[in-house]
């Protein structure tokens, strides 16, 4: 069977072990065959550059379940059962298709399977099914078609899989085992639920086959045929909308409004909820928001401001005409004073200013209508894409992506908007746009909704306060900030710590004039500011954020004031620059701030502290006795999870009527090692801390001066970006025309999950003041410089 799914299994080994568990279970041995999974478990390669060694453990595990779920069938025990239904994966015939266990431990294990190890996995998970319908065929408490449901889905997971990594031939591959399988059981061939389902896959195939007009076409009889796909909120309607109106989009086949009106918008409609509801309402709302793109930039355009100019010349020789046609009627009516001759002349003039007059005023009032169209448009689009994208902020999915991706479309359409300073089209559009999202935002924050979504984007809303870029009402952002302050605290509160500290600039060098002059009074620095403080005195005002604020302000300030040490001032008050005792601070000149901050000097590890607390994994019970009898300390921002992470849970947290399991929290400030040092290189020679956690364990800080970490900062938030794309393109978004996938993006389980893709490792950079800030220590690397020179080079020698 693994011959027919991944090719002929080499002999003795793991191979030959999976092979003698999978003959077992198909004998009904089910004790036999977990006993040959742990034979194969030991002889998994779990070696450093072993890749598959995580994978095969994986793929073991996943099997440990199907054969616990078979021996739980046979053994008759109804209870038993159904706990272990699931790993089966034995779904109603109308839902969707579930993800592979395996695939789902290898998120839950943080595994970075590659390409081979993926494949490997979905064919053991096919080949344990087949063994599993085999063992279980003449059971009446497990109905066979609930078992070829089984299989026959995870045979449409494999082929989607494999497009969306433009595998075409794995894809043909598993449509074709899946057809094999639906004829040799004549009833499910002639099901129209599956008939629909191979035809939707089918199409996906020949999309991805750059058959695009066929693919199109069985699309659209699958639409309008007289079958169950036709009911309201069915899984496969919903998906062949989807799958119609993105590749009409793509090929650029149909009118926006036909695309809408035929395709998303019936989507949006027919889901019923969860993941398949929130992802076509975020197609439906990006496709409106690029359209209201496309108008704004109409409006904007030069073509368009030509238009306008002319329209506002003709306005203008209408008024001209109208005036000069009241003189002559006013002439007219004054026959004595006219000769006749004179009098035909103004008759004939009248007669053709009328003409032209009536002529002007039609063309004027067309001039005007399609002006009013131009502008009313962008608004229809933005509050449709707006409705669309804060349904799926609402909607209960378990897809974070989806989530935060609709929060992303929002705050670009907030902030996006531009307010032209001249009248006109695009700033009365402009208004109207600002003033809608600013409702929007606003209803939502008034709802019981989560923010988490908005989280990842906190340092670009944080830096938007004080501005003039976020609508005319400032309050609706500060509240959206305050609300992620609930959210995620440690994350949100130390980024208004540093914007408060906006105007705390240490250094004589030549920019800091230029930075005072920036930060005069009115200016939107210091509008900024001044509102990161009035922020924090809300927040220091309620009981649950007073400890938090305080704390992270009291870090804060005792790294900045450490960072400003004068480098050269440290390497003359110490012998060694890789073992400067915090005592040399006390004696530092007053010009320099005087003394050692309260923060560190009532956190320094003395020895009683050590010998308390113990230093052995065996001692932990004594490190965190030792550590809580303090006042609990801040936490470690240098050792922050993701707050893309944080965001996830405290947004699953909120949703889940029964609390989900708490995150892992990052460790609290306890001591700090009497120690620091100056790191070998760099301009200015940035300090190392040795912070001891709450947990037992020192971790290393690097505190930079005279550096604007905020770029680091968000040259970081870029690199999540990129990885966040490489994600997409592995797991749902289909590539470019001339490569493989199918249709839209679809949210599935295993989100995130890397899978043959690279990946850029990223590390905390916690901006603390404009020139200040702290970096997480990035262990078992050296300098750039070290590794292509070498520690032992000449002096003056350079990376370049």
Request: aromatic share 4%; hydrophobic share 40%.
């Amino acid at each position: 069977r693994l011959a027919g799914v991944g090719g002929d299994p080499p002999p003795g080994g793991f191979h030959a072990a999976i092979c003698e568990a999978l003959a077992r279970l198909e004998s009904r041995d089910c004790t036999g065959a977990l006993d040959a999974l742990n034979v194969a478990r030991d002889r998994v390669d779990v070696s450093v550059d072993g890749r598959g060694g995580l994978g095969q453990l994986a793929l073991i595990g996943d099997a440990r379940d199907v054969a616990v779920a078979v021996r739980a069938a046979l053994g008759g025990d109804d209870g038993e059962w159904a706990d272990w239904k699931a790993a089966l994966c034995i779904t109603a015939p109308s839902s969707p298709g579930p993800t592979s266990g395996t695939r789902r431990r290898a998120k839950s294990g943080g595994v970075d399977d590659a390409r081979d190890w993926d494949d490997m996995g979905l064919a053991s998970r096919e080949t344990w099914l087949r063994a599993a319908r085999e063992a279980l065929r003449d059971e009446s408490t497990v109905p066979r078609c609930q078992l070829d449901e089984s299989l026959r889905t995870h045979l449409i997971v494999m082929a989607d899989d494999a497009l969306r990594r433009g595998r075409l031939e794995a894809a043909v591959a598993a449509l074709s085992r899946l057809r094999g399988d639906l004829s040799r059981s004549g009833d499910a061939a002639a099901s129209p639920d599956w008939r629909n389902r191979v035809t939707l896959l089918d199409a996906k195939v020949l999309w991805s086959s750059d058959r695009s007009e066929e693919a199109s076409r069985r699309v659209r009889r699958l639409l309008a045929a007289d079958e169950p796909v036709q009911s309201h909120s069915h899984p496969e309607r919903v998906e062949a909308l989807q799958l119609a109106g993105a590749w009409a989009v793509e090929a650029r086949s149909l009118p926006a409004s036909t695309v809408l009106d035929s395709y998303l918008r019936p989507a949006a409609a027919a889901a019923s909820s969860g993941d398949v509801a929130a992802a076509a309402k975020f197609a439906l709302g990006d496709y409106a928001a690029k359209l209201y793109a496309d108008a704004m930039s109409r409006l904007s355009s030069v073509e368009w401001h030509q238009s306008e100019r002319v329209a506002e010349e003709r306005r203008s020789e209408l008024r001209d005409c109208e005036k000069q046609l009241r003189r002559i009627q006013d002439g007219l009516a004054a026959k004595t004073k006219l000769k006749s001759q004179d009098e035909h002349q103004l008759t004939k003039l009248r007669d053709n200013l009328r003409r032209q007059v009536g002529t002007l005023r039609y063309e004027c009032a067309d001039d005007e209508a399609r002006r009013r169209t131009a502008v009313d448009r962008p608004r229809a689009y933005l509050v449709e894409a707006l409705k669309a994208f804060t349904a799926v902020l609402i909607e209960e999915s378990e897809c974070f992506d989806l989530a935060t991706r609709a929060a992303t479309r929002i705050v670009a359409l907030w902030f996006g908007i531009n307010k032209p300073t001249s009248s006109g089209s695009a700033a009365a559009a402009a208004a109207s746009s600002s003033s809608d999202v600013d409702q929007y935002v606003s209803n939502l924050l008034r709802s019981n909704t989560s923010v988490a979504a908005f989280a990842p984007l906190l340092y670009q809303l944080a830096s938007r306060l004080g501005g003039d870029s976020a609508g005319e009402d400032h309050r609706t952002l500060e509240r959206l900030v305050h609300r992620l302050c609930e959210t995620v605290p440690n994350h949100a509160v130390i980024q208004l710590v540093a914007l408060a500290n906006g105007d705390d600039v240490r250094t004589v060098n030549r920019g800091a004039e230029q930075f005072r002059i920036n930060m005069a009074d009115g200016s939107t620095a210091a509008k900024r500011v001044e509102a990161a403080k009035r922020m924090l005195d809300q927040l220091r005002a309620t009981a649950e954020a007073k400890a938090l604020v305080t704390g992270l302000e009291e870090l804060a300030a005792a790294y900045v004031e450490l960072a400003s040490v004068e480098t050269t001032w440290l390497m003359e008050a110490s012998p060694s620059r890789t073992k400067i005792p915090f005592s040399v601070l006390q004696n530092r000149p007053s010009k320099q701030g005087g003394g050692l901050h309260t923060f560190f000097a009532t956190r320094l590890l003395h020895e009683a502290d050590r010998r308390r607390a113990g230093s052995s994994k065996a001692s932990s019970k004594r490190w965190a006795a030792a550590s809580s009898a303090a006042a609990p300390g801040p936490r470690i921002i240098s050792r922050l999870p993701s707050v893309r992470m944080a965001a996830q849970h405290a947004r699953r947290d909120a949703r889940s009527s029964a609390r989900a399991p708490p995150a892992a929290a990052s460790p609290r400030v306890w001591k700090y090692e009497k120690i620091f040092g100056l790191t070998e290189t760099g301009i200015h020679r940035p300090k190392i801390l040795k912070c001891v956690g709450d947990d037992g364990v020192v971790y290393r800080e690097l505190v930079k001066d005279q550096d604007d970490t905020r770029q680091d900062a968000v040259m970081q938030q870029v690199f999540d970006a990129v990885n966040d794309l490489f994600a997409r393109r592995s797991t749902g978004r289909r590539p470019a025309r001339s490569g493989g996938g199918a249709g839209p993006w679809t949210p599935s389980s295993d989100d995130g999950v890397a899978r043959n893709r690279p990946l850029l490792r990223t590390y905390n950079v916690i901006p603390l003041s404009p020139l200040v800030g702290v970096i997480e220590w990035v262990e078992q690397t050296i300098p750039f410089q070290t590794y292509l020179v070498g520690s032992g080079g000449p002096p003056g020698s350079s990376a370049t």
